[in-house]
């Protein structure tokens, strides 16, 4: 475990992380598991300790966001193709 200097919202969860002491920071000890997560880990007794629950409710939020990017991935992939189609029949 290492010493980081962490933000705390007012929610209880870090919601910033440095290296160096700054204004409103204070200081941790983190294993490089929980460092720089952000959100889902809590300060307790001088100890950056992950929120596990709090942590998978936020992966389970970025998911749809990657599915969705997917969906739209696709749909350019067959504009393109239909585009090309397009072309070789007036080429033709």
């Known amino acids: ?48 300790i992950l929120d596990q629950e709090q942590y998978e409710k936020l992966q389970d939020e970025i998911h749809p966001e990657q599915t969705e990017i997917e969906k739209i991935r696709e749909e350019l992939l067959l504009t393109q193709e239909a585009l090309a189609a397009l072309f070789e029949s007036n080429l033709g």
């Open 1 to 48: 475990m290492n010493i980081h200097y962490v933000t705390v919202g007012n929610d209880g969860y870090i919601d910033g992380w440095s290296n160096s002491k700054e204004e409103n920071t204070i200081d941790v000890l983190a294993d490089e598991s929980t460092v720089n997560k952000l959100f889902c880990v809590k300060v307790i007794n001088k100890k950056a």
